[in-house]
């Protein structure tokens, strides 16, 4: 089982950007889709993307489409989220995930129900 390690969180204004890091060590990261989730005050957690194993495919909330984008380096074991045009609604913790239910599986980018070894999280604060 991945265990994994989210960094690059901060305080930003609105229309600003940040990049989310995740790292994992031990088990097969390369092998397995990877996701990013958020949890906002008060609120339940929700996806925002997720990846496939080579990071040929993905799949975006509506919420952020056009806004954040994520890629992966398997090399480094490392998945990302590039956030950018920032709104104070993006303000929550967000987490990495991974759906170690198949591996190296083509285009699969992970289900929703399959997710799992989370990550601490990482708070993103966005001021208005």
């Known amino acids: 089982q991945v265990q994994l390690v989210e960094s690059g969180g901060g305080l930003v204004q609105a229309g600003g950007s940040l990049k989310l890091s995740c790292t994992a060590s031990k088990g097969s990261f390369s092998a397995y889709a990877m996701g990013w989730f958020r949890q906002a005050p008060g609120k339940e957690r929700e996806i925002v993307a997720r990846?496939?194993?080579?990071?040929?495919?993905?799949h975006y909330a509506d919420s952020v489409k056009g806004r954040f984008t994520i890629s992966r380096n398997n090399a480094r074991n490392t998945v990302y989220l590039q956030l950018n045009s920032l709104k104070p609604e993006d303000t929550a913790i967000y987490y990495c995930a991974a759906d170690e239910s198949r591996y190296w599986n083509g285009n699969y980018y992970g289900t929703l129900g399959n997710f799992g070894s989370w990550g601490q999280g990482t708070q993103v604060t966005v001021s208005s």
């Open positions: 990846i496939s194993w080579s990071g040929a495919s993905t």
